[in-house]
């Protein structure tokens, strides 16, 4: 039988935090036919996804080895680290990335203060509050101009 | 065109092998939540790769006793065992029902597409009737000199084989006209290991009449 290489490849991913938006993005992957799995330690948040989320989910502390390597991070093609708190974000981002060897992590970020941390080990981040604001500048200037 | 089956109770397990495996081009994919529909699917169609999830138990069919019904009825299609990561227990039972690997969950577009592509090399395989089937062929018309990749091909049936009665019929075949008493030899083993072998019996009592 003939074997042919996938014409869409699948990827898999690995999202830490299953809030609004960890579960948002959960669940956009998991439309988009990649494999997905979820960490959260509240076993609650997982009814944040969606009924057709096919991915698979890990109740744990998302900062602990031995569930990262659970959830098969060093395979992963991206990591979303998408929890509540800024410190456990840059813990788990800097941990995927020292101990298995994850490049594509990117990492929500609450406080603009904290943007410097994440930049110094080249975290690429995501920081709510800016995009609003940067939003809100740009907004401000259009309504100064007319 | 690759028949795959998967058997799970979990939608999440199912989905996910699927939605990896239905992007190769002609796979044709089925799944199975009850071990009794796959067993009924088995018996009419037999797959190139069935997938089982050892958590899967309905009545008395739990997935380890499934894999005890393929090897009872000889089926020789290639099985993967769908576990978690704390079940290493379950899988080393599974190993002793000749599945062809295991996967944990959760698991990568990869690790499936990797297993896919030993299952279906395996699949392409001759199976072991017909391996010995080929090779009394070859026995029948062997030459007299130049034989020793047959007789290592039997004895590798052998080491793969120890419980079954045809690697030493087939031995003794190839042992007959050379040394006809390590044919008798085998062709008793055989018939300790299968009473109702009929062929064992014929050619043993050929050998035995023309001593």
């Known amino acids: 039988m003939d074997f042919k290489i996938p014409f869409k490849k699948s990827f898999y991913y690995v999202v830490f935090g299953c809030g609004r938006l960890g ?3 959960a669940n956009e992957l998991s439309a988009k036919g990649h494999s ?3 960490i959260d330690r509240d076993e609650a948040s997982f009814e944040n996804l969606s009924f057709d989320f096919t991915g698979f989910t890990l109740i744990g502390e998302a900062n602990e080895i031995e569930q990262m390597r659970e959830a098969k991070i060093d395979k992963a093609h991206a990591v979303f680290v998408l929890t509540p708190d800024d410190n456990t974000n840059i813990m788990i981002a800097l941990t995927v990335k020292k101990y298995f060897n994850v490049n594509n992590i990117i990492a929500r970020v609450y406080n603009p203060k904290n943007i410097k941390t994440f930049a110094k080990y080249k975290i690429e981040i995501v920081c709510p509050t800016m995009l609003a604001s940067n939003r809100l500048k740009k907004f401000i200037s259009k309504g100064e101009k007319q | 065109m690759p028949l795959i089956y998967v058997l799970s ?8 092998i699927i939605s990896i495996l239905e992007k190769v081009d002609g796979n044709v994919l089925r799944s199975f939540t009850e071990p009794d529909e796959l067993l009924n ?3 009419t169609k037999k797959p190139d790769l069935l997938f089982v999830d050892l958590k899967v ?3 008395e069919l739990t997935g380890i006793s499934l894999l005890d019904k393929f090897k009872r009825y000889n089926y020789n299609f290639p099985v993967v065992v769908v576990t978690t990561l704390n079940s290493i227990e379950a899988v080393k039972k599974a190993f002793q029902y000749d599945v062809i690997d295991y996967i944990s969950i959760p698991f990568t577009p990869d690790e499936i597409l990797e297993i896919f592509q030993k299952a279906i090399k395996i699949s392409n395989e001759p199976t072991f ?3 010995i089937k080929e090779l ?3 026995i029948e018309f062997m030459n007299k000199e130049d034989n020793k990749d047959l007789e290592d091909q039997i004895k590798s049936l052998f080491y793969k084989n120890p419980s079954l009665p045809q690697p030493h019929y087939l031995y003794a075949l190839f042992m007959k006209n050379k040394n006809p008493n390590i044919a008798i030899k085998n062709l ?3 018939l300790a290991l299968d009473p109702n072998f009929k062929e064992a019996k014929y050619a043993l009592d050929e050998l035995e009449n023309n001593k």
């Open chain 1, 23 to 25: 579960s948002i993005i």
């Open chain 1, 36 to 38: 997905v799995v979820v």
């Open chain 2, 9 to 16: 109770e979990e939608r999440n397990v199912i989905r996910n």
């Open chain 2, 41 to 43: 699917e088995i018996r």
């Open chain 2, 57 to 59: 138990s309905k009545g």
């Open chain 2, 129 to 131: 009737n017909e391996k």
């Open chain 2, 136 to 138: 009394k062929k070859r």
């Open chain 2, 188 to 190: 008793k083993a055989s």
